[in-house]
């Protein structure tokens, strides 16, 4: 059974995907302007690229492959997972570690008045 979470999400992240396309596919179109040839190029094939990626992978691929694949799109080798870093961008294992700190000086704290 396909959850309802990916469509979702990509209904939420639609918005950001296309205000990002289209400020990027503008910047990009504004090479096609110049007057060198070569940067004319670039700035097409990126434009066309930015509408490409955006409306036809991120929108229904993305989402797709991710009902499709469910848990499994999120697996990560377990000699990959050795190999990177474990990241605490938030901050949660600092948090813990602190407050079994605090609660482990709390207990030495307590067993020194005992005596």
Do not use: C
Not at 16 to 21: D, G, L, R, S
Not at 34 to 60: E, N, S, T, W
């Amino acid at each position: 059974m396909i959850s309802a979470a990916p469509l979702t999400n990509a209904n939420q992240a639609s918005r950001v995907v296309v205000a990002a396309a289209i400020i990027m596919v503008y910047v990009f179109a504004g090479f096609i302007f110049a007057h060198d040839f070569m940067i004319k190029q670039i700035g097409f094939a990126l434009a066309i690229g930015i509408l490409i990626d955006a409306f036809i992978v991120r929108m229904p691929l993305v989402p797709a492959v991710m009902a499709i694949f469910g848990d499994k799109a999120w697996w990560l080798p377990k000699w990959l997972d050795r190999l990177l870093p474990n990241l605490d961008v938030e901050g949660d294992k600092l948090i813990a570690q602190l407050k079994d700190q605090e609660s482990t000086s709390k207990i030495k704290s307590s067993s020194r008045k005992a005596y």
